[in-house]
């Protein structure tokens, strides 16, 4: 039977409240893991929670505010078209770096940007997904210790149609999408250990002291 539009009583209206805010993707990380457990309720999955991210030609002090907004340590560096050009970390804006650069440019701490500091594409290390899914906290855990770093991306490793390349011969054979990440001081956090410090050697053996009990 062919319904008509006159059945459908129109639902009531409001006016919006002022301050009213508006939904944001979460992802609910266990409270609690093992080296045992899937490293992948250690990862931030960017298909959940919304990338944060910031233009590499703004100053570390936009991006400082930034992350404390987000309440994030890291951001992508991203050009208008959406690409990843490199990321900055909490540790970049407050460590050595920016006093490095004012030493060796002569410059104000006020006009350094992203892309001064950042670490660029071309020196990003990543995970595939395929081998995250496979893998254990404890292989995230000894990845991130051995690179020296406090984070680590995962990428979705995706191929072009092969109609795609009969009109195209010059597409590259893969691409990357950045799908996720992962950080030391969140894992520590779900393994419970106490981390009060940005410093990478020290968060891996505050994780080591707590794991040899």
Do not use: C
Not at 82 to 93: E, F, N, P, Q, S
């Amino acid at each position: 039977m062919v319904r008509k539009l006159t059945e459908y009583a129109p639902l009531p209206a409001a006016s919006l409240q002022p301050g009213a805010t508006f939904a944001r993707p979460t992802q609910h990380l266990p409270e609690r893991i093992r080296l045992d457990s899937p490293a992948v309720e250690v990862m931030t999955d960017l298909k959940q929670v919304s990338a944060a991210t910031i233009d590499p030609g703004e100053t570390i002090e936009t991006a400082n505010r930034v992350m404390i907004k987000r309440g994030v340590r890291l951001l992508l560096a991203m050009d208008w078209e959406y690409r990843v050009l490199g990321l900055i970390t909490a540790t970049d804006i407050l460590g050595e770096k920016p006093l490095q650069y004012i030493r060796d440019r002569g410059v104000k701490r006020s006009d350094i940007l992203v892309r001064d500091i950042m670490t660029p594409q071309e020196r990003l290390e990543v995970l595939t997904m395929d081998d995250v899914l496979s893998a254990k906290v404890g292989h995230i855990i000894s990845t991130l210790r051995k690179s020296g770093r406090q984070h680590a991306l995962v990428v979705d490793v995706e191929t072009p149609h092969p109609n795609d390349l009969l009109v195209n011969p010059s597409l590259p054979k893969f691409t990357h999408l950045v799908r996720g990440i992962f950080s030391a001081s969140q894992i520590a956090r779900q393994l419970g250990v106490p981390i009060q410090t940005t410093e990478v050697a020290r968060t891996f053996a505050e994780i080591e002291a707590m794991l040899s009990h």
